[in-house]
């Protein structure tokens, strides 16, 4: 589907299959996502302020310029598989988790080498040190 700049504020799509949609600066402010299949949905620019993203399958997603500020339910795990960068704004607990620091470096440089596709493989979890 294409929803690039579509209105999916407080939708609900608990378990949906979005695989092979893009969502590209798309309104999902406080949307149910609770264990959806979004892999490899590409959400660039888009608003999901307030979703709730438990359980929900986020590997290959890109959130370049994406707003997940007060979305609930998002681990870092869930963003280790996904194309993040410094343009992503994520809640304040996960901007400063160490797996999602180290992702961000990882995409950041994925891009210089890369470019924007495809995106990067997930980061496995940091060593403690």
């Given amino acids: 589907m294409f929803l690039t700049w579509a209105d999916l504020r407080r939708?609900?799509?608990?378990?949906?299959?979005?695989?092979?949609?893009?969502?590209?600066?798309?309104?999902?402010?406080?949307?149910?996502?609770?264990?959806?299949?979004?892999?490899?949905?590409?959400?660039?620019?888009?608003?999901?302020?307030?979703?709730?993203?438990?359980?929900?399958?986020?590997?290959?997603?890109?959130?370049?310029?994406?707003?997940?500020?007060?979305v609930t339910g998002l681990t870092a795990e869930q963003l280790s598989g996904a194309a993040i960068d410094e343009t992503t704004k994520l809640p304040e607990e996960l901007a400063t988790d160490p797996w999602v620091v180290t992702r961000i470096?990882?995409?950041?440089?994925w891009r210089d080498t890369h470019g924007p596709l495809p995106p990067p493989p997930p980061t496995p979890a940091p060593t403690a040190h």
């Avoid at 470096?105 to 440089?109: L, N, V």
């Fill in 105 to 109: 470096e990882f995409c950041r440089s």
């Fill in 11 to 70: 939708a609900d799509l608990r378990g949906a299959d979005l695989r092979g949609s893009i969502l590209n600066s798309a309104d999902l402010s406080m949307a149910w996502l609770h264990n959806s299949r979004l892999a490899g949905v590409p959400f660039a620019g888009a608003r999901l302020c307030g979703a709730k993203l438990g359980g929900a399958d986020l590997i290959g997603c890109d959130f370049s310029e994406a707003d997940l500020r007060e």
